[in-house]
């Protein structure tokens, strides 16, 4: 029995995991896969209703799930609160309490879609890598750090870069162990020209290695990565970093697709459990009007299945759903060609759990 807990949150989060939710749903009424899925409140919605955008009692019950499912946080309705009151601190926060320090950030284009990235349509079609970003240490919470008077009168500002070697060594077990569900191909990227810190990342990325002789490992500088990203991305097929080399990386990656209603993400902690969510936001603008894109969330599904739940199999059955609602023309408004005719979530929804009764 796999326990997975539900955070709707704001905007669009609740349309768009409403039919995440069917999708497990559908797949547990077939008998394949034992749940029990709880719902709570992250975000804009937990401050109407606790006055914190999350309780206690939410990353308790987290903390007992196996997987997370998370939709969108942010609203207008509560720019206007002091930073630490914001719903993004709910977020923030069920990070850090469940420990997860591995993102996974697919970028995927489905063929069907090649027309929506900016690069050439064979550049991209069918791209599927995964990036895998170091998320709670290198230069983003590195001490010391601040701003100060300086020593010539002239204000400094400055970071610092660090890495233990165990941090080191878990993000790139997290990368291989990934890699030998997919293609078994990791490229590791840094700076190690420039960079101590970086020297020391490929020494233990290369040692780590030894444990996966099946996975094949390469190195690659950061500038020339984001150089081959946009010349030929589908060279890739797992990549791992560090925080803010990903952050970056990540970011550009996913913009080759295109559409930001396509893409999941996945963090993950030592136990490889983790919190699965799309990486758009809440979409005040679309909010409410049935229009939004539920596939990102769908795909963070299947994310959860293949990478905590150890169903490589069900996983696969979600992508050929969502492969076939768009080979069979199926599009939302965000990916529909101009003039073309679009449908809307519910019934994007309602056609994915259709594929997916009839594929078992
Ligand atoms: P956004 O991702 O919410 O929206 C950017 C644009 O993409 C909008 O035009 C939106 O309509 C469109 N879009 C996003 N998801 C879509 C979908 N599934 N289908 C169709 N179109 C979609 O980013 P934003 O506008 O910068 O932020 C809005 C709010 O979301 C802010 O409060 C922000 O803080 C929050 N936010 C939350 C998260 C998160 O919860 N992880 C991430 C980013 C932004």
């Not at 750090?145 to 020593?151: C, F, L, P, S, T």
């Not at 136990?271 to 769908?298: C, K, M, Q, T």
Request: aromatic fraction near 4%; glycine fraction near 10%.
């Amino acid at each position: 029995m796999h326990k997975i807990m539900i955070l709707p949150g704001d905007g669009i989060g609740p349309e768009v995991t409403a039919v995440a939710r069917r999708v497990l749903e559908t797949l547990a009424s077939g008998g394949e896969l034992e749940l029990s899925i709880e719902e709570g409140d992250i975000g804009g919605v937990s401050i109407d209703t606790h006055g914190v955008p999350l309780t206690d009692a939410v990353v308790e019950r987290a903390r007992e799930a196996d997987a997370v499912l998370l939709g969108a946080v942010g609203g207008p309705k509560w720019d206007t609160l002091e930073r630490d009151r914001r719903p993004e601190r709910g977020l923030l926060r069920i990070r850090t309490e469940l420990g997860l320090f591995s993102n996974l950030r697919p970028a995927i284009l489905f063929p069907q879609l090649a027309d929506a990235s900016s690069l050439r349509a064979e550049l991209v079609a069918g791209l599927d890598i995964l990036i895998v970003r170091e998320l709670t240490g290198g230069i983003y919470f590195g001490r010391p750090r601040g701003i100060d008077a300086g020593e010539d009168g002239h204000r400094r500002g400055y970071n610092t870069l660090i890495y233990s070697e165990p941090e080191i060594r878990r993000i790139a077990r997290s990368a291989f162990e990934v890699a030998m569900r997919r293609g078994r191909k990791v490229t590791s990227v840094d700076k190690a020209n420039v960079l101590e810190s970086s020297e020391l990342w490929r020494e233990v990325v290369t040692d780590t290695a030894r444990e996966y002789p099946e996975v094949e490992l390469s190195h690659m500088y950061v500038d020339n990565a984001a150089m081959q990203l946009i010349r030929a991305p589908k060279q890739f097929d797992v990549i791992v970093t560090g925080n803010m080399f990903g952050d970056i990386l990540s970011d550009a990656a996913a913009m080759l697709t295109g559409s930001i209603g396509m893409l999941p993400s996945a963090s993950l902690n030592e136990s490889a459990r983790g919190l699965f969510e799309p990486i758009h936001g809440s979409a005040p603008d679309i909010a409410g009007r049935n229009v939004a894109n539920p596939l990102a969330s769908v795909l963070s599904v299947s994310m959860m299945l293949r990478y905590t739940l150890g169903r490589a199999d069900l996983a696969e059955r979600v992508d050929r759903a969502v492969s076939t609602v768009l080979d069979l023309g199926l599009r939302t408004a965000d990916i529909a060609a101009p003039g073309e005719a679009s449908v809307g979530t519910t019934e994007m929804g309602e056609q994915i759990v259709a594929c997916l009764a009839t594929s078992g």
